[in-house]
């Protein structure tokens, strides 16, 4: 692998524990382990011995409130004293599932100026003809995977939320309430303006993938009374064949991402092993 896409795909792989950061809106068993792979590169990615941490000192005006936002990432989900993730004697790590929002929230705002940074990179290695396939063959199916893995849960929440607005509507003979108006504007509007912000920045153009993230950008539409609902379905009908769609996708391309990743990070593995040999 060439030094340009080596470079890169040391930055891709800190967008990829920043998007397994979201793992943690999943209600299962998570790993003190786990965690701590994660937060370790994490925080090395801010090193400016790294390539991330290097590109992002030299070009520091630029990626001021970007480098504000990882930081708090690191403080608030993966710090001593976060109150979102925390560490049990039995190693596993006890989520405040009430917090999924400041998740979302951080690792979105994060991770669009990584991607920038590594298509920048990208299109860097094609001018000047050092793009290489494993490479090549990674981005798509990579941004598919953050965003159909995006898409998935924030739904999901925005799904519990909607639906808890409904509740709340329907006890108030559809007055709105104290409770009914902070839910749409401390939850709704952001899980529904962070859904908008991911869709928008893809670097994919194929239509199932596409067509897959629109649809659930039309039931949140539906949901704020912007569209109608298709076929007058309900909404639990309407969230589950958006969901379904989606995730019959990540099914798909998670494989094919996993398979190609893993390409990537053993031949630049080799090459690091190779470059370590004493010299004949």
């Not at 912007?226 to 391309?253: G, T």
Request: hydrophobic share 35%; proline share 4%; charged share 30%.
């Amino acid at each position: 692998m060439k030094n340009i896409n080596q470079y890169n795909f040391d930055i891709i792989h800190v967008a990829t524990h920043l998007r397994d950061t979201l793992e943690y809106v999943l209600p299962r068993e998570h790993d003190a382990k786990v965690f701590d792979q994660r937060k370790e590169v994490l925080t090395k990615g801010l090193s400016p011995d790294t390539p991330l941490g290097k590109f992002l000192k030299a070009n520091e005006d630029k990626f001021t409130e970007m480098m504000k936002r990882y930081q708090e990432l690191l403080d608030d989900v993966y710090g001593e004293n976060s109150t979102i993730l925390v560490k049990t004697p039995e190693g596993k790590i006890r989520v405040d599932h009430s917090q999924h929002l400041r998740i979302y929230e951080l690792v979105t705002s994060i991770m669009e100026p990584i991607r920038d940074i590594i298509y920048f990179h990208v299109n860097l290695a094609r001018k000047q003809n050092e793009n290489e396939p494993v490479i090549e063959d990674l981005m798509p199916l990579d941004d598919r995977h953050y965003r159909l893995f995006t898409f998935l849960l924030m739904m999901q929440d925005f799904q519990k939320s909607f639906f808890e607005f409904q509740k709340v509507m329907g006890e108030s003979q559809g007055k709105p309430t104290p409770q009914s108006n902070f839910i749409v504007q401390n939850e709704l509007s952001h899980y529904a303006k962070m859904l908008r912000d991911v869709r928008a920045h893809n670097h994919f153009t194929d239509n199932e993938t596409l067509d897959a993230l629109d649809r659930c950008i039309q039931v949140v539409e539906m949901s704020e009374g912007r569209r109608d609902r298709r076929d007058n379905k309900n909404f639990p009908d309407l969230f589950k064949e958006a969901l379904d769609q989606v995730n019959a996708l990540l099914v798909l391309n998670g494989p094919k991402w996993q398979e190609a990743f893993n390409k990537a990070l053993q031949e630049m593995l080799k090459d690091i092993r190779a470059n370590q040999k004493p010299n004949a």
